[in-house]
């Protein structure tokens, strides 16, 4: 079992920034399979961005693309996603996720991932 924390939430004013983070309880976890998710009352939760570090590829959803970027430390067990340029739209509670559970499934498709954090709220105001 691994456990995810994420942090880093918080009220900001559109065109602001928040940096989120997702540390994993073992120091030496990584995984080619992770990313995160958000969620607002009423809806589905939704891919955001997802990272491979095997192969530094990285994937974002449309709505985020040239404002949000996914990255990791050296450590490779915290994952963070920088988010510039927010919007009132982007307002919801981000999860990270974790480790490969379906690896033919898309990266924004929830059931791809085995780990899950508690989330952490984003409220960007107009």
């Known amino acids: 079992q691994v456990q995810l924390v994420e942090s880093g939430g918080g009220s900001v004013q559109a065109g602001g920034s928040l940096r989120l983070s997702c540390a994993a309880s073992?120091?030496?976890?990584?995984?080619?399979?992770m990313g995160w998710f958000r969620q607002t009352p009423g809806k589905e939760r939704e891919g955001v961005a997802a990272?491979?570090?095997?192969?530094?590829?990285?994937y974002y959803a449309d709505s985020v693309k040239g404002r949000f970027t996914i990255f990791q430390d050296g450590t490779r067990n915290t994952m963070y996603l920088q988010m510039n340029s927010l919007k009132p739209e982007d307002t919801a509670r981000y999860f990270c996720?974790?480790?490969?559970?379906?690896?033919?499934?898309?990266?924004?498709?929830?059931?791809?991932?085995?780990?899950w954090g508690q989330g952490t709220q984003v409220t960007v105001s107009s």
């Open positions: 073992r120091s030496t976890y990584t995984s080619n399979c």
């Open positions: 996720a974790s480790g490969c559970a379906r690896y033919e499934i898309t990266w924004s498709t929830p059931e791809r991932y085995i780990y």
């Open positions: 990272i491979n570090p095997t192969y530094g590829a990285t």
